[in-house]
């Protein structure tokens, strides 16, 4: 007999395209967002690309997560800064680039510690252990049957 695992939803985003443009309408709970993309690709650059999002996600979720961690140690973390970047290699390979920067009073012990929690934050675990998008049947008035 195999388990089958429950999965609870603990986040919910919503992206909407209207009109011949690439820019995109996103609600991520009960805030707004939009991704576009650059003149060099056909959009209008007036907001992020989906790719910078994505970005976006992974530094401020590893700003939060070690904020969260060292404020429950009552270590001396002023700033964290995360430094991200998207590369394209040969055959369409791609990899993301992090750099943190920790600023405070933290000795070595501390500095190394924060750096290994930052490789299993969720975003980072999400990003990186390839998490599997499932189809769900489209809804709404135009759908097809």
């Not at 991704?35 to 992020?48: F, L, Q, R, V």
């Amino acid at each position: 007999m195999t388990e089958s695992i429950e999965y609870v939803r603990s986040a919910a985003a919503v992206a909407t395209s209207t009109g011949d443009d690439y820019r995109v309408e996103i609600r991520a709970g009960r805030h707004q967002l939009a991704a576009d993309e650059p003149e060099s690709a056909g959009g209008a650059d007036t907001a992020s690309t989906p790719v910078g999002l994505l970005l976006s996600a992974l530094g401020s979720c590893t700003a939060i997560t070690l904020r969260m961690y060292a404020q429950r140690k009552q270590w001396p973390l002023e700033t964290v800064r995360v430094h991200l970047g998207y590369e394209k290699g040969a055959d369409k390979a791609v990899r993301i680039t992090r750099r943190i920067d920790l600023i405070g009073e933290l000795d070595q012990a501390q500095r190394a510690r924060l750096l290994d929690i930052a490789e299993r934050t969720p975003v980072t675990r999400a990003v990186g252990s390839g998490t599997p998008i499932i189809a769900a049947e489209p809804r709404g008035p135009h759908s097809p049957a």
